[in-house]
């Protein structure tokens, strides 16, 4: 078995929710940086994906390229070791939950995306950290692009805020009523707990090696007010984040 490289963005919540699925069945893999706008062009060659978006996370793997997180879970769950993220007869309850955060994150990219905008700071944190000082300053000028790319690749600007944000709270609210004070979201720990974890993201980013977050990256995501009214909610995802996240360190690292 070949040693799988996963291609993926440090910042994006569905990035972490594959390094999540993976690190848990301690499958030893390359993780490659993905720099928006700049990284699509040689992604799209790699993948053979010349029409349609296109987006990261995607493993390559013994020939496979996979292109969804919650499929590279699926994967990670057949080659893997550890207790299975996806339980037989829990699909359908693991789906729902996986929906439910899959809307929670996008209408926190949405929220999240003006104030990524509005602070040069997010742009400079976002390089990779592995980039010589002076790729850096060359760079540095085009993160812009990628993040007004990414606004339009995702149409952010349909999202009304408002609504945007009520959303958010009626999700929040379902997560807290279907957790009831439990450590889990069904009897076992399963790919819902990582995707509901993962997605809280949008209220506040979880301080934790895996996701090294400068300030100012950290500010854009943070919604001060949700952070208030749902604390529960974060302090569930920090315990879980600190009982079941490996921090253990990958191998070699490269940018694309």
Sequence with gaps: MTRPVLVAASFSPWSERARFALDHHRIDYVQEEYMPFLGEPLLRLRTRVFRGQLSVPVLFHDGR????????????????????????????????????????????????MPRMRQNPAVGRESLPPSLPAPLRAVLSPLVGMGTAYIARKYRVSEYPLDETRAKIRRTLEQLRTALRGRGTLLSDFTFADIAAAVALTVVRPVEHPVIPLGPAMRAAFTEPGLADEFGELLEWRDRLYAERRSARPRGNQASL
């Design 65 to 112: 390229v996979i292109r969804d997180s919650v499929e590279i879970a699926r994967h990670a769950d057949r080659v893997g070791s550890g207790a299975p993220l996806f339980p037989s007869g829990a699909e359908a309850e693991i789906a729902r939950y996986v929906e439910m955060a899959t809307g929670l994150m996008e209408a926190g990219r949405a929220v999240s």
